[in-house]
C-alpha cells in the first residue's frame, strides 16, 4: 500500500514538473513574439551586451529578478486567497506564475551562456534536463493509458465504459 502511494506521490511531482516544463517551453516563444512585436528586441539586445560584460554571479542575479520582484504578487494573491477572493487569488496568482517563467525563459535565454560557466549551475542544468527526462518517461506510461482511456481504446474498464457511454450517445442522435 505504501509502495503504491509512494508511485503516485512520484507520477504526481513529475506530473508538476512536466507542466512547469511545458510552460517554460511554450511561454519563451511568447515572450520572444512581444518581444518582436513591441520594440524590445532592443532591450533585448541590450540586456544581453550588457550580460556579456557582467561576470557570471552577477548574471545570476538578473536571471533571479522575475521570481524576486514578483514574490509581492503570489503573497497578495495568497491574502486574497485567505480572505475568499478566490476567482481574484487565483488569477493574480496565475498572472504572476506566466509572467515569472515567460520573464525567466527570456532571461535564461540571455543569460545561459554566462549561467553555465559556473561549474555548480551547470551541474543543476544537466540534472534538471535529466531529471525531465526521468519524469517524462515516468509519466509517459500514464498518459498513454489515460489517452486511451479517453479514446476508449484497450480493455480496461474505462475504456469499455466511454465506449458503451458512446454507442449510448449514438443510438440517442439516431433516435431523434
Do not use: C
Amino acid at each position: 500500500m505504501l509502495r503504491r502511494l509512494l508511485n503516485a506521490f512520484w507520477i504526481l511531482l513529475a506530473i508538476i514538473f512536466l507542466i512547469e516544463a511545458w510552460l517554460w517551453d511554450h511561454l519563451e516563444p511568447i515572450v520572444e513574439r512581444i518581444v518582436a512585436a513591441l520594440p524590445l528586441r532592443a532591450m533585448k539586445h541590450w540586456v544581453a551586451e550588457r550580460v556579456h560584460s557582467l561576470s557570471p554571479a552577477t548574471t545570476l542575479f538578473i536571471f533571479v529578478i522575475p521570481a524576486i520582484s514578483l514574490f509581492p504578487l503570489k503573497l497578495i494573491g495568497l491574502w486574497l486567497l485567505a480572505n475568499n477572493y478566490w476567482m481574484s487569488a487565483v488569477s493574480l496568482i496565475l498572472f504572476a506564475k506566466f509572467v515569472g517563467m515567460g520573464l525567466t525563459a527570456f532571461l535564461f535565454d540571455v543569460t545561459r551562456p554566462k549561467l553555465l560557466q559556473m561549474r555548480w549551475f551547470q551541474r543543476l542544468y544537466d540534472f534538471v534536463i535529466a531529471l525531465r527526462a526521468k519524469a517524462t518517461a515516468l509519466v509517459e506510461p500514464v498518459k498513454q493509458r489515460a489517452l486511451e482511456a479517453l479514446r476508449g481504446d484497450g480493455d480496461g474498464w474505462t475504456a469499455r465504459t466511454l465506449r458503451s457511454i458512446a454507442r449510448f450517445r449514438k443510438s440517442v442522435h439516431q433516435a431523434r
